[in-house]
């Protein structure tokens, strides 16, 4: 696994590719593989955390990739290291001179950059490609400034991967990831409620930062940790309806077929296809009748796709 630090714990000097990367869509990876693998420089992603909107507009931005997640997503891409600039309202006025002067190359002795073509950064975000490109090579950095993908739909986005996994179009976002959409919790005790009507479930805690899809049920697969066999499941995201409609949101994962104690560990989800949005049943034998369709729809389904 490769290092996950700050810029002061970065090993020197670097080839930076620079950007949020949130998805690690082909978009992205474009601008990853423009920074030399045989050059002076530790191959490099930098990012920024939190979410620059989360400090200056208090507005919260779920991630589609954790740090934790993104390390391993990187390390098949050659990079080395993910360095991690916390965004501050301090970070937030520096001037893009300032920024590129005392982060990039003082900091990180960038000795080359790339990013992409829409990039900003600066107090104001008033810099731009062009300013960084400029200042940049004065101080004889290359700088590799890469143009935006499109595909047949536009420009490729996390805003769209986001916009596909809230409608619960699940093979739409991982089309547009390039990969299966995934995301991990820890299982914790819970109500007791699947045990009581047959249909027990593992309760995952899952990181408040991560952004999952739309409410529903899912056909799912789920990886648990140690263990390298994958394991057909029914996925519930949302609260109960039925039993407790206040209550918040839960993600409560049935194993197919299986009776494993869950208890404690972390397991992986990789939810394949929405079977259903969430409802209120009229008593715990409607429910459990419609769970067993859903149980024998999402076997048909992960039959099908194994």
């Known amino acids: 696994m490769i290092p996950l630090c700050s810029p002061k714990e970065a090993s020197l000097p670097t080839a930076i590719a620079l950007g949020s990367f949130d998805g690690l869509h082909a978009g992205h990876?474009?601008?990853?593989k423009g920074i030399e693998r045989n050059g002076p420089g530790i191959p490099t992603v930098v990012s920024f955390w939190p979410h620059p909107r989360e400090i200056l507009f208090g507005e919260p931005r779920l991630r589609l990739d954790l740090p934790s997640e993104k390390t391993s997503l990187l390390e098949p891409l050659g990079i080395k290291q993910l360095v991690l600039i916390p965004f501050n309202r301090e970070l937030a006025a520096l001037s893009p001179e300032?920024?590129?002067?005392?982060?990039?190359?003082?900091?990180?002795?960038?000795?080359?950059?790339a990013i992409g073509e829409n990039f900003r950064f600066g107090k104001n975000r008033?810099?731009?490609?062009?300013?960084?490109?400029?200042i940049a090579e004065e101080s004889g950095i290359k700088v590799s400034v890469i143009p935006i993908l499109k595909d047949q739909n536009g420009r490729m986005s996390s805003s769209r991967i986001r916009s596909a996994l809230n409608s619960g179009q699940i093979d739409i976002a991982e089309k547009l990831l390039g990969r299966p959409y995934t995301f991990r919790g820890t299982v914790v005790k819970g109500k007791g409620i699947g045990n009581k009507?047959?249909?027990?479930t593992a309760n995952l805690e899952v990181d408040g930062?991560?952004?999952?899809?739309?409410?529903?049920?899912y056909a799912s697969w789920v990886w648990i940790e140690n263990v390298k066999t994958s394991f057909p499941a029914v996925m519930n995201l949302g609260p109960q309806p039925t039993f407790s409609p206040n209550s918040p949101s839960a993600v409560?994962?049935?194993?197919?077929?299986?009776?494993i104690n869950l208890l404690n560990t972390e397991i992986i989800v990789q939810p394949l296809k929405r079977l259903r949005g969430q409802e209120k049943f009229e008593n715990i034998k409607s429910l459990?009748?419609?769970i067993e369709l859903d149980a024998n729809q999402a076997r048909l389904l992960l039959k099908y796709k194994n």
Do not use: C, Y
């Open 288 to 290: 459990s009748n419609q």
């Open 29 to 32: 990876q474009r601008v990853i």
């Open 209 to 217: 930062r991560k952004f999952l899809p739309s409410l529903g049920v």
């Open 252 to 259: 409560e994962v049935h194993l197919l077929d299986q009776n």
């Open 98 to 113: 300032t920024f590129i002067n005392k982060i990039l190359i003082e900091t990180l002795d960038a000795r080359d950059i």
């Open 126 to 134: 008033q810099g731009d490609a062009a300013m960084l490109k400029k």
């Open 197 to 200: 009507i047959g249909w027990p």
